[in-house]
């Protein structure tokens, strides 16, 4: 069984919670109710609220089911949105590595070495070889456990390039759409059934982190 599950409550929950929880989980996944993942998840609502509220007038205007206490501070905590990008940055650093793997794989076809491809993120990065220690410490074995829903999130956005860097504003897009997050959410799980079968992705079912629907 996986270390936990995550369930993305979509259809209970009203703009812009589920998506954060998405992507607050996807940078913090091993760091249950802690602070800093549930700053960042404040943080996402009171940013995509406001958004929202200046990219579609109506939808400020009218009433709209969302918390008092996401307006009780004028402020928005930036450090809490930076750290979250940054690690959200080294998540999908990670899916850039899997995704060409995966795509292989669904389309039946031989999938290229996990080896190549992380050579080639890093060359693309310009970190030479003598940071493979570092690009594993911090970005692989970190990824590792969620790195199955950052590549969910990019297959579901059917879009030829994430935005880089992913800002928490490319996701405003996202945060507001619950058919793009179901689909990511379980286009998540049917990858990380897949990883197992990708050599040099196999990670024990126990370390990964399940993200689930409602």
């Given at each position: 069984m996986p270390?936990?599950?995550v369930r993305i409550r979509i259809s209970t929950l009203p703009f812009p919670e589920p998506g954060a929880t998405f992507l607050s989980r996807l940078a913090y996944p091993h760091a249950t109710n802690s602070s800093e993942?549930?700053?960042?998840?404040?943080?996402?609502?009171?940013?995509a609220?406001?958004?929202?509220s200046e990219i579609d007038r109506d939808w400020g205007r009218t009433p709209q089911p969302v918390r008092p206490l996401f307006f009780m501070s004028n402020e928005i905590d930036?450090?809490?949105i930076r750290s979250g990008e940054t690690l959200l940055e080294r998540r999908f650093i990670a899916a850039s590595i899997v995704t060409p793997m995966i795509i292989e794989r669904l389309a039946g076809r031989l999938p290229p070495k996990a080896k190549d491809l992380r050579r080639r993120a890093m060359r693309s990065m310009n970190w030479g070889a003598g940071s493979s220690t570092t690009f594993s410490s911090r970005i692989w074995s970190q990824s590792r456990p969620v790195v199955h829903v950052a590549?969910?999130?990019l297959l579901a956005i059917m879009e030829p390039a994430l935005i880089w860097p992913p800002r928490i504003d490319v996701f405003f897009k996202f945060l507001a759409s619950p058919e793009l997050l179901r689909r990511a959410v379980i286009l998540s799980e049917a990858i990380r059934q897949e990883m197992p079968l990708l050599k040099g992705l196999r990670t024990k079912e126990e370390d990964t982190v399940r993200f689930l629907p409602d």
């Open positions: 270390c936990e599950t993942e549930n700053e960042f998840w404040f943080a996402i609502c009171q940013r609220i406001l958004a929202r930036g450090e809490a590549v969910g999130y």
